[in-house]
């Protein structure tokens, strides 16, 4: 039996790497100038955490096979430095395997995160709550209005809290249930969440950032293809968590300044 089972474990590990080299499951399309730097990272790191795991199950098969028939009268050898040297080895292995993925990844992460955007980006800001993304954007003064949190009212539809009777920046604000963006120009998002933990996700973007509460946080992207594309809440945030979602739909600089136009004209 103890044979058996080793030989069920090794095919197991190498049924399961089958998928993975074969690339049966492809990533979904890419349309952000960074997002080439993101899939190589996810591809480094599946080649190498996957070689990892198909050795170590097949080290374990052929422990069980090596000793599957051991009697109890048989010697036991104990391995050179005890436990204790088996889980320095490990802690010495793993530790350079995740210092290696954040050398390699460090600069695919700094390119959205610590990188500023540039001078022309288009800033739009994003407010996540229960159950529902809106997104605001500066009339033509190029200015937001300030926010007033204790004139938030979704009744009337000021998501924003903004106060346009005595904030003249206020009147032009153009606020939207759907994020649009004009193609091949960098956006600077701000995120902020009036409740609790959100997410603001698109795996075509090849972004995910959280919405922190009682923080207004960024991060830029440039879309490289039109289209509409789902922004979906990745934050378990209440019953209403498995609805929250928005799309993105990436526009030509024509059409994006008609959009606009035709929003501020409601």
């Known amino acids: 039996m103890g044979k058996l089972f080793a030989v069920t474990i090794a095919i197991i590990a190498i049924l399961s790497a089958v998928p993975i080299v074969m690339n049966y499951w492809g990533p979904p399309p890419d349309i952000s100038t960074h997002g080439r730097a993101i ?33 109890k009268s048989d010697k036991v050898k104990n391995f050179p430095g005890g436990a204790k040297g088996l889980v320095i080895a490990a802690l010495i292995f793993v530790g350079t395997e995740i210092l290696a993925l ?9 390119t959205v995160y610590f990188t500023p955007p540039e001078k022309d980006a288009l800033t739009i800001q994003s407010q996540a709550g229960q159950f529902a993304f809106y997104f605001r954007y500066p009339g033509p003064d190029g200015k937001f209005g300030a926010p007033h949190p204790d004139k938030i ?20 604000d153009i606020v939207a249930g759907e994020l649009a963006v004009p193609v091949n120009r960098q956006i600077n998002l701000t995120l902020h969440s009036k409740d609790v933990g959100h997410s ?10 959280d919405y922190v509460p009682g923080l207004d946080l960024a991060v830029h992207f440039t879309a490289t293809k039109t289209g509409q594309y789902e922004i979906v809440c990745t934050q378990l945030c209440g019953l209403g968590h498995y609805n929250m979602k928005a799309y993105l739909t ?5 059409d994006f300044d008609k959009w606009l136009k035709d929003k501020s004209a409601q």
């Open 102 to 110: 954040g050398a390699i990844g460090q600069k695919a992460w700094a």
């Open 153 to 172: 009212d979704e009744g009337n539809q000021n998501f924003f809290g903004l106060d346009p009777e005595n904030d003249v920046d206020a009147r032009d």
């Open 39 to 71: 899939d190589d990272q996810i591809h480094e790191t599946m080649w190498e955490a996957g070689l990892s795991f198909l050795a170590s199950q097949l080290i374990l098969a052929l422990f069980i096979w090596q000793y599957a028939g051991r009697g």
């Open 250 to 254: 990436v526009l030509s600089q024509e």
């Open 200 to 209: 603001f996700y698109v795996r075509e973007l090849r972004i995910q950032q």
